[in-house]
C-alpha cells in the first residue's frame, strides 16, 4: 500500500456530507497510516476553516498537523471569490524549481487578497473563533433539548462551534423545516444532496439575542411540521434541496 497513493484528503467535519463529525481517534489514526505509507494528508477546510468550528481550523480539534490544508469560503469573509492552500517548507520546496506545478488564471487577485487580509485580521482581532466556541456551547444543548421534544420529525442533532446540523427522519421533513424557517426570515442551508440534515451555519458575528430568535422560531415551526407528519407516519419520499 502507498506506492500509488500520494495523498488522502478530508474535511475535518464533513459539510455537504450533513455536517458529520469524526470520532476522537479518527485523525490521529489516519496521520499514522499517511506516515507510515508516506502520503500526505490533506485536509479540506474550506468549510471549516477560520474559526467556524470554535477554533481557527478544523483540525485543530485533533492536535494533527496536515501536510496541505486548504481554504476558500471565509477566507475573504465571504465577500470576494479567492482560496489558497497552504503547506510545510518541505512541501513548498517542490514548488520554487517549478512553480508551473500551480498555476491559475486569477492568482494573486489583489482586490481578493486585500479582502483576505482583512477578514483574517478580523478574524483574530475580534476572537472569530472563540466567539464561535461560545456561542456553540450556548446553542448547541438548547438546540438539542429542542430537538429531543419532537421525535417524529427530529432524528439527530450535532455540531461544533457553529457549524451545526439537525438531521431529521426524511428529506421532506427537513424541506419543510427549512422552507418554515425561510418564511419567518431565518435561512438556512441542505446538504449537497438533500434535506435530511439541515445546516445552521450563521456569521461568527451572530449575536445571542439572534441566536435566540432562531430558537424561537425552530420552536414554532418544528409544532407546526410535527402536527403535519403526526398523521403521516411513511413520509420518506426523496425531496432533493438542489
Ligand atoms: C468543503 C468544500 N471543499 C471544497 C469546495 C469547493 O468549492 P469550489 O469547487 O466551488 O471551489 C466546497 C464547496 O462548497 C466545499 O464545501
Not at 481550523?57 to 482560496?83: Q, R, T, Y
Not at 444543548?141 to 446540523?165: A, F, H, T, V, W
Request: net charge negative; charged share 25%.
Amino acid at each position: 500500500m502507498g506506492e500509488d497513493i500520494a495523498a488522502v484528503i478530508l474535511e475535518p467535519i464533513q459539510g455537504e456530507g450533513g455536517v458529520i463529525i469524526p470520532p476522537d481517534d479518527y485523525f490521529p489514526q489516519v496521520r499514522k497510516i499517511c506516515d507510515r505509507n508516506d502520503v500526505l494528508l490533506i485536509v479540506d477546510e474550506v468549510q471549516t476553516g477560520l474559526g467556524r468550528t470554535g477554533k481557527m481550523f478544523g483540525i485543530n480539534h485533533s492536535g494533527v498537523k496536515p501536510d496541505i490544508m486548504c481554504l476558500a469560503k471565509p477566507l475573504s469573509g465571504g465577500v470576494m471569490p479567492i482560496g489558497a492552500f497552504i503547506s510545510t517548507k518541505e512541501i513548498w520546496q517542490e514548488m520554487i524549481p517549478n512553480p508551473f506545478l500551480h498555476s491559475t488564471t486569477f492568482g494573486g487577485n489583489p482586490l481578493s487578497c486585500a479582502a483576505a487580509i482583512a477578514a483574517i485580521n478580523v478574524t483574530l482581532e475580534e476572537k472569530l473563533p472563540e466567539q464561535a466556541d461560545e456561542k456553540g456551547a450556548y446553542f448547541i444543548p438548547k438546540l438539542l433539548d429542542l430537538m429531543s421534544k419532537y421525535k417524529n420529525i427530529c432524528q439527530e442533532g450535532r455540531g461544533r462551534g457553529l457549524m451545526i446540523g439537525m438531521e431529521f427522519t426524511s428529506n421532506e421533513a427537513g424541506y419543510e423545516v427549512a422552507k418554515g424557517l425561510f418564511d419567518h426570515g431565518v435561512l438556512v442551508a441542505g446538504t449537497l444532496i438533500n434535506a435530511k440534515t439541515i445546516r445552521i451555519e450563521p456569521p461568527l458575528v451572530i449575536s445571542k439575542a439572534e441566536l435566540d430568535t432562531v430558537l424561537e422560531v425552530l420552536n414554532k415551526v418544528f409544532v407546526d411540521v410535527s402536527k403535519k407528519f403526526s398523521t403521516k407516519p411513511n413520509h420518506s419520499k426523496r425531496i432533493d434541496s438542489h
